[in-house]
């Protein structure tokens, strides 16, 4: 779904606004819908890893709490690192 700037100005304010149409003209801008975000793929790896393995975790209901889908978590969790 795409949404002009002008229509988030109320939510973010007039000053974030007017930052991004300076530093990214003209460029799309994703926002990501899941709740959780992580510093890097490995700690978002690690994450699920430990919710299956430590907190004995099944892989519908790490997908169910992360937003993803279970063969995505199947194959972090069998990924050897």
């Known amino acids: 779904m795409d949404i002009n700037l002008k ?3 109320p ?3 007039e000053e974030a606004a007017q930052i991004l149409k300076e530093k990214y003209p003209g460029y799309r801008i994703y926002v990501d819908k899941k709740k959780m ?3 890097s793929q490995e700690e978002k790896e690690r994450y699920i890893k430990n919710l299956a393995f430590s907190s004995a975790w099944s892989p519908q209901r790490i997908a169910d709490h992360m937003e993803l889908s279970a063969e995505y978590v199947y194959k972090i969790i069998n990924k050897r690192q």
Do not use: R
């Open 11 to 13: 939510d973010i304010g």
């Open 37 to 39: 975000n992580f510093d």
């Open 7 to 9: 229509e988030v100005i």
